[in-house]
């Protein structure tokens, strides 16, 4: 059965970390660019990272650059988006995709459970 796995998420005071990890099983994630994405309450699912397979090309949403870093160990089967100086606005549930091949294309096959990410004092 193919499958991604968020963890990580919890709850972090404003500007705080968080370390955000993507764990594929059924399929190796080396052949795979893989995307992040989050979702708060009300508002539209949105892009916030993508990682190529060999990890060589990465884009971050304009409100999470500088601030995140997306990265990956294909060793470990698994992505990572680390997560530093957050803010309130960065609550949301953040889910990882497989793209349908090693670029960031948009076209995103598999998606995990999501993990929730909760930024308050």
């Known amino acids: 059965q193919l499958q991604l796995v968020e963890s990580g998420g919890g709850l972090v005071q404003p500007g705080g970390s968080l370390r955000l990890s993507c764990a594929a099983s059924?399929?190796?994630?080396?052949?795979?660019?893989i995307g992040w994405f989050r979702q708060a309450p009300g508002k539209e699912r949105e892009g916030v990272s993508c990682?190529?397979?060999?990890?060589?090309?990465?884009y971050y949403a304009g409100s999470v650059k500088g601030r995140f870093t997306v990265s990956r160990d294909n060793a470990k089967n698994t992505v990572y988006l680390q997560m530093n100086s957050l803010k309130p606005e960065d609550t949301a549930v953040y889910y990882c995709?497989?793209?349908?091949?090693?670029?960031?294309?948009?076209?995103?096959?598999?998606w995990g459970q999501g993990t929730q990410v909760t930024v308050s004092s």
């Open positions: 995709a497989s793209e349908g091949g090693r670029l960031c294309l948009g076209q995103y096959k598999y």
């Open positions: 059924g399929f190796t994630l080396d052949d795979y660019a």
């Open positions: 990682i190529s397979s060999s990890g060589g090309v990465t």
